[in-house]
C-alpha cells in the first residue's frame, strides 16, 4: 500500500509542479489575481466604490500568494514564509470582510473548504489570536449566510468536507466550547476524524502517529480529479498535496504542550508540502493596501474587524 501511494503522491508531485510553474507565468492569471485585485481595492478606498467585491479580491490575493508558495516549494527547492504569512494575513481578512457582510444581512458567505484552508493558514502560521478570531466567526457563520448550515430545504452542504468540521470540533474543544452540531447540516459519516476528536489530547505518540496515518490515507484517497457534477475533500490543486488540516491538528497539540512524532510513517506527511512552517509565530507581514481597506472598511461597518 505505501509503494502505490509513494508512486500515486510522485504523479500528483509532478503534476502539481506544472500546474503551479504554468500558472504564475500567466499574464492572464497576473491580471484576474495581481493586477485587477490591487487596483480594484485601491479604488475602494479612494472612492468607496466596488465595496461589493472587497471580500473576493483579497481571495484572490491570498490565491497568488499561495500559489507563489507552492511554486517555490515543489519546483524551486526554497520555502518563502514571508508568502506563508502573506496567505495567512489576507486568509484572515477574507473571513472577516465576509463576516461583516454576513452580519450585515448582505449574503457575505465563504465555502466550507476555503473556510478550513484560511482557518489552517492562521493555525500553522503560529497566530493564535488570529486563529482564535477566525474559528470565532466561523462558528458564528454556522447561523448566518457565511456558512449557511442551519437545516434548511434548499441544500445539504454540511455533509460534504468532513475536515471542515474536523477543524470546527478541534477549536471549540480546545476552547471548551459546545458544538452542538445537531442544529446543522452534518455529514453522515465523519470517519476518520471522529477516532482522533475523541483521544486528540492523548500523550501516546504511537496513537498520534495512528491517526496521522488515518487522516493521511483519507486526504490522499480524496486528492483526486472529479467530474463535474461531483465532490471529493480536496479536489482543487490547492489542497491536494497540503495537508493542512492534520499539520493544524498537530500545531493545536504543540500549543498545549502535547508532544508529537519527531517524524511521520505516512508518505503523504513525507513530502515538501508537508513541512510545517517552523520558526514560529511568524512574522506579520506589511501589507498597506490591506490596512488601508481595512481602515475604511471599519468606519463603514462599525464592529467589523474586532
Keep these: 500500500m505505501d509503494t502505490n501511494m509513494s508512486k500515486r503522491i510522485t504523479r500528483l508531485t509532478k503534476k502539481l509542479s506544472r500546474f503551479y510553474s ?26 468607496g466604490e466596488k465595496w461589493e467585491f472587497v471580500g473576493s479580491r483579497i481571495g484572490k490575493l491570498l490565491t497568488w500568494h499561495y500559489s507563489q508558495y507552492i511554486n517555490a516549494v515543489l519546483n524551486e527547492d526554497r520555502y518563502p514564509l514571508d508568502e506563508f504569512a502573506l ?4 486568509a484572515k481578512a477574507a473571513v472577516q470582510f465576509e463576516a461583516a457582510f454576513a452580519d450585515a444581512g ?40 457565511l ?9 445539504e452542504k454540511g455533509k460534504l468536507y468532513r475536515h471542515f468540521w474536523f477543524l470546527l470540533h478541534l477549536y471549540c474543544s480546545a476552547k471548551g466550547l459546545i458544538l452542538n452540531t445537531s442544529l446543522y447540516s452534518y455529514p453522515e459519516d465523519m470517519s476518520p476524524y471522529d477516532k482522533v476528536l475523541a483521544d486528540w489530547r ?39 498535496l497540503f495537508p493542512h ?14 508532544p508529537n512524532p519527531g517524524t511521520f510513517d505516512h508518505p503523504l506527511m513525507n513530502q515538501p508540502l508537508a513541512r510545517m512552517p517552523q520558526p514560529v509565530p511568524l512574522p506579520q507581514p506589511d501589507t498597506p493596501l490591506l490596512d ?15
Design 22 to 47: 504554468d500558472w504564475i507565468v500567466s499574464e492572464t492569471i497576473r491580471e484576474l489575481f495581481w493586477d485587477k485585485p490591487q487596483k480594484d481595492l485601491s479604488e475602494y478606498v479612494s472612492t
Design 87 to 90: 496567505c495567512a494575513r489576507y
Design 106 to 145: 448582505q449574503n457575505g458567505s465563504i465555502l466550507l473548504h476555503q473556510a478550513a484552508f484560511n482557518f489552517s493558514l492562521n493555525i500553522l502560521s503560529g497566530w493564535r489570536t488570529d486563529a482564535n478570531t477566525v474559528g470565532r466567526l466561523l462558528v458564528s457563520g454556522l447561523d448566518t449566510s
Design 147 to 155: 456558512l449557511d448550515l442551519k437545516h434548511n430545504d434548499r441544500h
Design 202 to 240: 492523548t500523550p501516546d505518540i504511537d496513537t498520534v502517529q495512528s491517526f496521522v496515518t488515518a487522516m493521511a490515507d483519507f486526504h490522499l484517497r480524496e486528492a483526486r480529479e472529479t467530474a463535474h457534477d461531483e465532490i471529493a475533500e480536496f479536489d482543487d490543486e490547492d489542497y491536494m
Design 245 to 258: 488540516e492534520i499539520l493544524s491538528f498537530l500545531r493545536v497539540r504543540e500549543w498545549l504542550g502535547l
Design 292 to 306: 488601508q481597506v481595512i481602515g475604511k472598511f471599519k468606519r463603514e461597518y462599525p464592529g467589523s474587524f474586532a
